[in-house]
């Protein structure tokens, strides 16, 4: 390692009791503790959850899946992400304090996958929602290649300076939004929310029959598939 | 002239005595309690690694291998993490409550290691109420747990805090009743509560003194509802994780969340010392017809052998007892809050009045 790359905070003095920098202690004490948030979309969580059991065990790597995002310095995107998934995708992502890595675990989550041609509802590669540390290919990837991902992440790890991290990422950080759930007394009013309801030109002046009319020939298509 | 400088002199190096004696007395009432949180806190790194191996045995698995040999360094390499991740506080909590929570019950269980007797009279403050002190200490917790979780302004965080009460609250009742029937005889012996007198009471006859053979039921009792007051795992519903995503904990990031994590683990490792002083018989070696003294040859060495001698046994008991609940987490599945409540307040309560009222009758017989 040149000292062009690594300047100030990577050089031990040589002449001192303490053999390592607080860099290296605080880059080791990450990889080796990196708490996977237990988050799984679809298939790939099947490979991901069997790293828990006793076959893989990661906890070899002193990972402990954690379900709360607060405590997790680590999220596998283990499965398809679609459309309507992005948004928590994101939430959670952003709940997660400072030191927190991004493996893509399969090829759903790099590029779209098998859906990535003609699919309407699928994210095209969860990089271009949240900053992925490492791609992990497959589909599903087995476990021995998630472990290799980890491999790879811990390396990475191991390289990062302090200073880099806090400088890139300090950057965006949102405060979660509050919840739009209003509390209504009484649902069954007959007066639906005018804002909420699709309104067609005329709705409230149709008669059932034309409604009815209206959905019939609106689902015979249907019936005819 | 020569003899006045050096009398003047030696006055002042008097005076300065003084005042150095001062700042020595300091230090001698700093010195026990700094090596007794040192010693917790590497006892608590120690609990973490076994729960991890132990856990890995009972699944056929491997545990932690890469941080240091055998995984040793993993405890602390989880500690240094946490100390060094950015600390999030909700925006809209409570932010002095969410701050102040989980520093309440981790100084209210730190407090309760100050009556525990490590080696022959090798106690930190040697109170006459002795073992109600921990109880009364350990009720403060909850209430630590309470405030982190309304602070949090998250309804898991919440629900899980109320639980914690919940659960504290109904099992510290049996638990005191179990200590209650054993300082029964210590009060007609030594007519104090001391835990030193706790243990000076079992030390006849070696291990068949053990209060364990007095009080097999309190003993089973004491067991369950300390286990219910470390929420371990047949009781851990105040951060079940299905349910509460992880209980009071949710919000919690950084060192804050480490605060609660290391509380659970001095919480087991207390209980777990309570165990050995009430029922297992302290620091004795519990072989009858054995004396320590005898068998080393310690009384014209020196006491400082037979106190670590006194400190070892004292700490094999309790990590052998460790087993136990350790074990326990990953054998039982989880109760339903019901069901917690319902072994509580229906079964360990009246079992518990049962065994201090046979307690009592045998107190009037004198045995």
């Known amino acids: ?225 | 002239m020569i003899i006045d400088t050096t009398e003047i002199e030696t006055i002042n190096s008097f005076s300065k005595l003084e005042s150095l004696k001062e700042v020595y007395g300091i230090i001698w009432m700093l010195f026990p309690i700094l090596t007794l949180v040192l010693g917790i806190t590497i006892g608590v790194l120690v609990i973490v690694w076994l729960e991890r191996e132990i856990s890995a045995g009972i699944q056929q698995r491997i545990g932690p291998e890469y941080a240091g040999p055998l995984g040793i360094l993993q405890a602390l390499a989880d500690g240094t993490k946490l100390l060094l991740k950015e600390n999030l506080i909700p925006s809209t909590g409570d932010t002095r409550l969410f701050s102040i929570g989980p520093s309440i019950a981790v100084i209210s269980i730190f407090l309760s290691y100050s009556v525990i007797p490590f080696g022959d009279h090798l106690v930190l403050a040697d109170l006459s109420i002795g073992v109600f002190f921990w109880i009364a200490i350990s009720s403060i917790a909850p209430v630590g747990l309470l405030m982190s979780g309304y602070g949090s302004n998250n309804k898991y965080s919440f629900l899980g805090g109320l639980r914690a009460a919940a659960q504290s609250i109904s099992y510290e009742i049996p638990l005191a009743l179990c200590v209650l029937s054993i300082s029964l005889r210590v009060i007609r012996l030594s007519n104090s509560l001391s835990t030193v007198d706790i243990v000076e009471a079992q030390s006849k006859y070696g291990f068949w003194g053990w209060n364990l053979w007095r009080q097999p039921i309190g003993f089973i009792v004491f067991l369950i509802s300390s286990l219910a007051e470390c929420e371990r795992l047949p009781f851990d519903l105040p951060e079940a994780e299905e349910e509460l995503v992880a209980g009071y904990q949710t919000e919690y990031s950084g060192i804050k969340f480490g605060l609660f994590y290391i509380a659970s683990y001095l919480n087991l490792l207390v209980s777990s010392l309570f165990v050995t002083v009430l029922y297992l018989g302290g620091w004795n070696l519990s072989i009858p017809y054995i004396f320590v003294p005898e068998l080393f040859g310690i009384n014209k060495r020196g006491k400082v052998f037979g106190t670590l001698i006194g400190i070892f046994i004292t700490l094999a008991k309790t990590y052998l007892f460790l087993f136990i609940p350790i074990a326990t987490r990953w054998t039982l599945p989880r109760l339903r809050m019901d069901q917690l409540l319902n072994l509580g307040w229906k079964f360990l309560l009246p079992i518990s009045l049962g065994n201090l009222l046979l307690t009592t009758s045998s107190q009037l017989l004198s045995l």
């Open chain 1, 1 to 225: 390692m040149n000292s062009i790359q690594f300047p100030l905070l990577d050089r031990t003095t040589q002449n001192s009791v303490i053999s390592t920098t607080l860099n290296d202690l605080s880059n080791w004490s990450r990889l080796s503790s990196l708490w996977p948030l237990l988050y799984g979309t679809s298939c790939c969580f099947i490979e991901f959850a069997s790293l828990i059991g006793s076959r893989f065990d990661f906890d070899r790597y002193g990972l402990v899946p954690r379900s709360s995002p607060r405590q997790a310095d680590l999220i596998l995107t283990a499965g398809t992400v679609t459309m309507k998934m992005a948004p928590s995708l994101v939430r959670l992502y952003e709940q997660m304090p400072e030191p927190k890595y991004v493996i893509a675990m399969g090829a759903c989550t790099i590029t779209g996958g098998m859906f990535s041609t003609d699919s309407y509802s699928t994210v095209r590669g969860v990089d271009k929602l949240i900053p992925v540390d490492v791609y992990l290919p497959g589909c599903p990837p087995k476990p021995e290649a998630v472990i290799d991902a980890i491999t790879k992440l811990r390396k990475k790890i191991s390289r990062e300076l302090y200073e880099d991290r806090i400088r890139s990422q300090r950057a965006n950080r949102c405060f979660t939004t509050n919840h739009k759930f209003h509390v209504q007394h009484s649902i069954h009013t007959g007066n639906y929310d005018q804002r909420v309801l699709y309104q067609p030109p005329s709705t409230s002046e149709i008669p059932t029959e034309i409604f009815f009319k209206y959905k019939n020939s609106v689902s015979s298509p249907e019936l005819v598939n």
